[in-house]
Antibody, heavy 116, light 113 residues
């Protein structure tokens, strides 16, 4: 059974950094682009970033460009999201996901709360 | 403000059909070549679930009551024979030729009366 398990969430002060990780199992992780998507409390889904299957290309939403960095390690089947200069509006549940057409998997998410 | 526009809410009675629209631009939903519009269902506290991919493809295990289509810059999700379990939030998404690559709609809350 495919599993995507996010970790690294928690409470962090504004301006600080946090690194999220996503461990993948039971699917061809290294063959698929991977995404991060977040959902603020009571709000809709917001796409954040994507990294190509081999890590050579990535794209970001304007809201996080220059602050967040997506990366992957195909030898470990892991996906990361380095988040710098965090703001209160970054408070959300962060999901890692494979959104390749019908190859569509989501983790359960990890909650990040940015607060002093 | 979301890149794709969805109605905030729709409602219907059990057994009825409803349609949720998702309006974008020629850079995303209405792109002449790419048909990468997906629809997701999300129940409270749960991760999103893919219901439709590539405009109209229904993944294995998804009820045939769910169908998708596209006309111009607007994609649509139709749910026929509404059931109580269909009550959820629904999101559309699309690849886009802009620098961001992927965009979501703002979501539509479906209420089954």
């Amino acid at each position: 059974q495919v599993q995507l398990v996010e970790s690294g969430g928690g409470v962090v002060e504004p301006g600080r950094s946090l690194r999220l990780s996503c461990a993948a199992s039971a699917f061809s992780f290294s063959r698929n682009a991977m995404h991060w998507v977040r959902q603020a409390p009571g709000k809709g889904l917001e796409w954040l970033a994507v990294i190509s299957y081999d890590g050579s290309n990535n794209y970001y939403a304007d809201s996080v460009k220059g602050r967040f960095t997506i990366s992957r390690d195909n030898s470990k089947n892991t996906l990361d999201l380095q988040m710098n200069s965090l703001r209160a509006e970054d408070t959300a549940v962060y999901y890692c996901a494979c959104l390749e057409g019908a190859t569509n998997y989501w983790g359960r998410g990890t909650l990040v709360t940015v607060s002093s | 403000q979301s890149a794709l526009t969805q109605p905030a809410s729709v409602s219907g009675s059990p057994g009825q059909s409803i349609t949720i629209s998702c309006t974008g631009t020629s850079s995303d939903v209405g792109h002449s070549i790419y048909n990468y519009v997906s629809w997701f269902q999300q129940h409270p506290g749960r991760a999103p679930k893919l219901m439709i991919s590539e405009v109209s493809n229904r993944p294995s295990g998804v009820s045939s009551r769910f169908s998708g289509s596209k006309s111009g810059n607007t994609a649509s999700l139709t749910i026929s024979g509404l059931q109580a379990e269909d009550e959820a939030d629904y999101y559309c998404s699309s690849y886009t030729t802009t620098s961001t690559l992927v965009v979501f709609g703002g979501g539509t809350k479906l209420t089954v009366l």
